[in-house]
């Protein structure tokens, strides 16, 4: 009798160890986190993958790191980087040739910026690149503010892009900036990959870009923190799963003229930055789309950029204008974490 017992006390904690191990490998797969944090773009990046495998992780890390790096190198106006035909390169190459053969990577996201003009009236231009140069200039030298002689005589060198056939872009010298995109699409590409190879707990933060999976516990949210322009804090916080969560702002790369705030987003109809709002956060599913949003949305008068949301699908966006005046598209309040 007493070595039945014994037999059954040992089953029952053979039981109970055979469900740790399964609770631990298996249902608890998803508990480690494994992070790398790199800079490219000028911006510090930190992805974290959730999973079981630290080799496959570690790999899959290598080859994100890679991606951000190849983007960063592509997107290039500023460095040219031998047997690479980046933006540097199409802006200022000495080729006797009608068309330039660019990476497909490269023309892809060039051809996704320009479908992007007339839906945004205009206000996402990649080739306005000469005027942000002038800017660029002024803010990094902090010479006061250009005149606005100088922003329109620059304006009038900026080219048209225009896309050939088999990954080719005329060489008439534009001066392409894709600052304002690069970023969203290299995060969205980034996210791509990890789904695909099975990694769908993750997140992603390329300097006011972030981008999540699925959260690592059951019935968790990802919990994302929105900036304070004015203190650095954090003014709301925001619980989502797969989702992009993206921010513009005049709080990180600006000046400042008799007391006045220049951002580094310029606006390609006044040729100016604005002052609308000193930031403004998209949420949507995708992180390169979320990029050119955001950016128009800071461009355009607050009032205007609510109505533009409200009729756009699975799409939402919040304003600060200053700390006693936020405004939110109708559905933000959904996502907000108190």
Known sequence: MKTNINKIIWSILFILIILFILYFFVFNKNNN??????????????????????????????????????????????????????????????????????????YE????????????????????????????????????????????????????????????????????????????????????????????????????????????????KYKIGIENPDTGGVFKIVSTNNKSVITSGSYERYYEVDGVRYSHIISPKTLYPTNYTKSVTVICDDSAYGDILSTYLFLIPVDEGIKYVEKLDGVEAIWYIDSNNVKMSSGFKEYIYE
């Open 33 to 106: 986190e494994y992070v790398r944090t790199f800079e490219y773009m000028d911006t510090y990046i930190e992805v974290r993958i959730y999973g079981s495998s630290k080799n496959k992780i570690n790999k899959m890390l290598d080859r994100i790191e890679n991606l951000y790096k190849e983007y960063s190198i592509l997107t290039d106006k500023y460095n040219e980087y031998d047997g690479v035909n980046n933006v540097y390169y199409i802006n200022n190459n000495k080729e006797d040739v009608s068309y330039l053969k660019i990476d497909k990577r490269l």
């Open 109 to 220: 996201l060039i051809e996704y910026s320009l479908s992007f003009y007339d839906k945004t009236d205009g206000m996402f231009d990649i080739s306005i690149g000469n005027v942000i140069d002038v800017w660029h200039d002024y803010r990094t030298l902090n010479m006061g503010l250009p005149l606005m002689d100088e922003l329109t005589l620059a304006h009038s060198y900026d080219k048209k892009i225009e896309l050939g056939d088999n990954y080719t872009i005329k060489n008439n010298h534009p001066n392409i900036d894709l600052g304002g995109i690069a970023k969203g699409y290299t995060s969205q590409k980034a996210k791509k990959i990890l789904e695909s190879n099975g990694f769908d707990s993750y997140l992603i933060n390329a300097g006011g870009n972030v981008v999540v999976g699925n959260y690592y516990k059951s019935n968790g």
